[in-house]
């Protein structure tokens, strides 16, 4: 060490010692939260989830996040089912992500203007599997919050991957989550799983808007009669035992997957979602407005 490079370090730690020094900031609790970059400003994050796979989650974000752009807001999708990634399909996206001058990733846009993040887009064969391990996966989440030039968005919708693990952990950990939004369907075992989801949004402190029910009826498009297809439903025992709004129940309907299958999420009927939308900027007005 050269005498200069002696003194600038003995310097350092002066300055260190008169600010408090290590152990003092040890004491402080540690705080997870990622920061966006400069390019973006993300007014609202919210969070949908469920227990188990299937129920509906990347069907509920397009719709939700389609019915808000209707609404006149902007919006981004971020698809943090890392290792099974449906956003990009649902709403007819392909192509890969481009990186800006500054290194961010340019979150490809929707033919009606939302903006969306997947893995599936860093791939360069759509069918490609994702190989990675847990943290990795965790990792990715964190980057393309921290890592996406998002510009301004009104709100993001970040679709979580099933179940309780280390991805809705992170999301609820690193990002400024204002609500979640709990699916399932009425399966028992879906139910059963629902109040997993909903013991950790609790645990980690975290608002929930409420529940929508996918896939809780079927139409007969001859006889016009409602058939319970999935038994009959333990909506109303779930939302009365925690307290929750019932937001949507959405009916089994080819003409929702077929969409779906065929990029056109957002052609869906949104009479089923349309409460549901309009609880959500309620609440989140209120949230802002104190
Ligand atoms: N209400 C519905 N009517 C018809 N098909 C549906 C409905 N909800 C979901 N699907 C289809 O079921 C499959 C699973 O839905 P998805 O939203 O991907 O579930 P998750 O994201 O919870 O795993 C998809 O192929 C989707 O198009
Ligand atoms: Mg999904």
Redesign the pocket.
Known sequence: MTKEEAFEAGQRLKEKASKGGDDHSRMEPEDFRKSLNPKSSVKHVVAVL?GK???????VCALLASQLRRMGYEVGVMDADITGP?IPKAFGVKGSVALSQDNLMIPPVSGTGIKLMSSNLLLDQEDAPVIVRGPVIAGMVTQFWTDTDWGHLDYMLIDMP?GTGDVPLTVFQSLPVDCAIV?TSPQELASMVVKKAVNMAEKMNIDLLGVIE??SYYVCPDCGKTHSVFGETHIAEITEMYGLKLLSR?????E??SL??SGRAYDIDPSCIEVAAKELTGFCDLRVSG
């Not at 299937?54 to 069907?59: A, E, P, Q, R």
């Not at 959405?250 to 080819?254: A, E, L, N, V």
């Open positions: 469920s796979g299937g129920v509906g989650k990347s069907l449906s099933p699916v996918n896939m959405i009916p089994i309907d080819p929702i997957s779906i299958d």
